[in-house]
Nanobody, 124 residues
């Protein structure tokens, strides 16, 4: 059974940084696509970033257009963990952040398993 456990959320001031982690278990990790999503109060869940296998040791990293430049996704296959480094945080980044396994359909990341989420709150 696939398990995804996020950590690293918390309260941060505007302009601050956080690094989220997501530890995965239950399936081979190195070739699985991993995504980050977020859901703010009253809004739909939105795509943030993903890493997907291209060739041995090489991964595509995709970002939401609006977040690219402030957020950086990465992965450590030896630890079965993906990360989301978030810099220059803004109050509008406040949301529950989720990681997910899944795959790309050529246009979108289609998630099949989700973590429980970690709360990120950015104070003004």
């Amino acid at each position: 059974q696939v398990q995804l456990v996020e950590s690293g959320g918390g309260l941060v001031q505007t302009g601050g940084s956080l690094r989220l982690s997501c530890a995965a278990s239950g399936r081979p990790f190195s070739t699985v696509a991993m995504g980050w999503f977020r859901q703010a109060p009253g809004k739909e869940r939105e795509f943030v970033a993903s890493t997907r296998w291209s060739s041995p040791g090489v991964y595509y990293i995709d970002y939401s257009t609006s977040l690219k430049g402030r957020f950086t996704a990465s992965r450590d296959n030896a630890k079965n963990t993906v990360y989301l480094q978030m810099n220059s945080l803004k109050p509008e980044d406040t949301a529950v952040y989720y990681c997910a396994t899944g795959q790309w359909d050529g246009k979108n990341f289609i998630a099949d398993y989700w973590g429980q989420g970690t709360q990120v709150t950015v104070s003004s």
